[in-house]
């Protein structure tokens, strides 16, 4: 999961994620008063496929947080 304030930054990401395999939604949540842009992947069948995501995930610069 990555956040983001700008939608279009949002896109972006979800478009290097696409590329990279996954399936990437962007959901918008309001966080005192000010919408984010989520983008979303998963789930995950396993912790082991989750931990290589994190790492594919992290070699491209992208940085994700857990959320089960």
């Known amino acids: 999961r990555r ?3 700008q939608c279009q930054r949002g896109r ?4 290097r994620m696409i590329l990279m395999g996954y ?5 918008k949540i ?5 919408e984010i ?3 979303r992947i998963g789930p995950f069948k ?6 290589r995501s994190r790492t594919e995930l992290s070699k491209a610069k992208i940085s994700s947080t857990i959320v089960r």
């Open 23 to 27: 399936n990437a939604e962007i959901t």
């Open 3 to 5: 956040c983001f304030s």
């Open 46 to 51: 396993n912790d082991d496929e989750l931990n």
């Open 12 to 15: 972006l990401y979800q478009g």
């Open 30 to 34: 309001t966080v005192n008063n000010v």
């Open 37 to 39: 842009n989520r983008v």
